[in-house]
């Protein structure tokens, strides 16, 4: 089983970055699919969760309205679309095979 994240990185305040998690060993679109992100010394907090077969999603209130979940069930690939970011979206941002498999992580930085 694997999940990679990609598309983290260094943003300026304002702009935008589009993440994209890519699964493989397992039946993906059996699955809800969730992003989460982690700053240090805190716990990992849910940012945005997709059923299985795309038709619901849901944000936590912190971005709402700037962030969209989506996939693609037959490239096995789940993104998160992130606009107006602001430096308080910094941290790690995980994808989650609900309930039983984890990506490594992408680094997301927003920063002038």
């Known amino acids: 089983v694997k999940l990679v994240e990609s598309g983290g990185g260094l943003v300026q305040p304002g702009g935008s970055l589009r993440l994209s998690c890519a699964a493989s060993g397992f039946t993906f679109s059996s699955f809800p699919m969730r992003w989460y992100r982690q700053t240090p010394g805190k716990e990992r907090d849910l940012v945005a969760h997709i059923a299985n077969g795309g038709g619901y999603t849901n944000y936590a209130d912190s971005v709402k309205g700037r962030f969209t979940i989506s996939r693609d069930n037959a490239k096995n690939t789940v993104y998160l679309q992130m606009n107006v970011l602001k430096s308080e979206d910094t941290a790690v941002y995980y994808c989650?095979?609900?309930?039983?498999?984890w990506g490594q992580g992408t680094q997301v930085t927003v920063s002038s």
């Open positions: 989650h095979a609900y309930p039983d498999y």
